[in-house]
């Protein structure tokens, strides 16, 4: 008798923990991914063979949980448009401190020279004439 009493309970013991560890684990909290606020472009074109043209970008985190999310380019013909986004868990409760992030893209050295070219990022719009 004692020794089913032992296996019965043996047996509730290893349903136990074999259960507890199936449990769904939380899941990753919903994000809310939101086009950056530009603060600043800047073109460069570096000085080598064949030149580059670099994009200094500065943008704003509109709180604590707010970080830097995606950058994406798509050029089509003389026009190139960056997208910049943000990413913050959905309905968390932040600090409301403003902050900044940095970003240099590369576009590359497929410009010709002498041409005009317009660059969108996000809301903001600059021309730059490659050399």
Avoid at 3 to 16: D, Q, S
Avoid at 72 to 95: F, H, L, S, W
Avoid at 102 to 113: A, I, M, Q
Avoid at 117 to 123: A, E, I, P
């Amino acid at each position: 008798m004692k020794r089913i009493l032992y296996l019965v309970t043996l047996a509730l013991i290893v349903l136990i923990v074999i259960t507890a560890g199936c449990q769904p684990t939380p899941s990753e909290p919903e994000l809310e991914i939101r086009l950056a606020p530009i603060h600043e472009i800047r073109v460069n074109i570096a000085e080598s063979y064949p030149p580059q043209v670099l994009v200094y970008i500065k943008g704003g985190l509109a709180d604590s949980c707010t970080t830097f999310h995606k950058l994406t380019t798509e050029r089509e013909g003389k026009n190139v448009t960056i997208t910049v986004t943000t990413k913050r868990p959905k309905d968390a409760i932040c600090a409301e401190v403003y902050g900044f992030f940095e970003k240099t893209v590369n576009l590359g050295s497929d410009f010709t020279s002498g041409e005009t070219y317009t660059l969108r990022v996000n809301d903001k719009t600059t021309i730059f004439v490659m050399q």
